[in-house]
């Protein structure tokens, strides 16, 4: 019974892994908003880090991390220096903290969903609660820790090709969380309850309070 679970899990986690690759291929998994993207990329890894663990949920975060990479290095907009060391707006460049920016609220990402899931299940013994408080703060996490890294990081450079000084950054950073952020939320909210109530009582053989 313990090698049919690992054996889902591990099929679990190729097949999540697989879908952060073909929504980084397709325009569903970064959606240009201007010069800024939502991205669908974060729901995979949420759902990893809750069904899975966060183990698992840190290596799809990984996937999704490294496309970030990829997308903004190959298909770049005039920000995507702060997700990728080898892109450049004149003399303005990425580094080694555009792949912290890139890889670390993202890893960090399934490990919070992971974690936000069994603390509420303890708490309140509710599926579908637990399911959607986990996806809306694991995701409001990842936003506010990515535009975090861009504040710290590159202040200067990010305000110079927005076209604002650098005194309006924060404001600028704050409206893309409540903005592209709240949609990203909903839309894991959503996501992560639908599949979470039915894969999660396929996983475990137990039928969970709703």
Do not use: D
Request: with cysteine.
């Amino acid at each position: 019974m313990k090698s049919r679970q690992k054996t889902r899990k591990m099929v679990l986690l190729a097949l999540f892994c697989c879908i952060e690759v073909v929504l980084m291929l397709t325009p569903l998994g970064y959606i240009p908003l201007g010069v800024v993207r939502a991205t669908t990329l974060h729901i995979p890894v949420i759902l990893a880090g809750i069904l899975l663990g966060g183990h698992a949920g840190g290596i799809v975060g990984l996937v999704f991390g490294v496309s970030s990479v990829i997308v903004n290095t190959l298909t770049p907009t005039v920000t995507s220096f702060v997700f990728s060391p080898f892109y450049s707006v004149g003399e303005i460049h990425g580094g080694a903290a555009s792949l912290l920016i890139a890889l670390g609220p993202r890893i960090l990402l399934g490990y919070s969903a992971s974690w936000i899931f069994r603390m509420m299940m303890k708490l309140t013994g509710r599926l579908a609660g637990s399911l959607t408080v986990s996806a809306l703060l694991s995701t409001f996490l990842h936003t506010a820790l990515v535009m975090l890294g861009i504040f710290v990081f590159f202040s200067e450079p990010y305000a110079a090709v927005r076209e604002i000084p650098v005194s309006a950054l924060a404001g600028l950073l704050m409206t893309v969380i409540f903005t592209n952020g709240v949609l990203e939320m909903l839309i894991a909210a959503f996501l992560v309850l639908a599949v979470g109530k039915v894969m999660i009582p396929y996983l475990t053989g137990k039928r969970s309070s709703i």
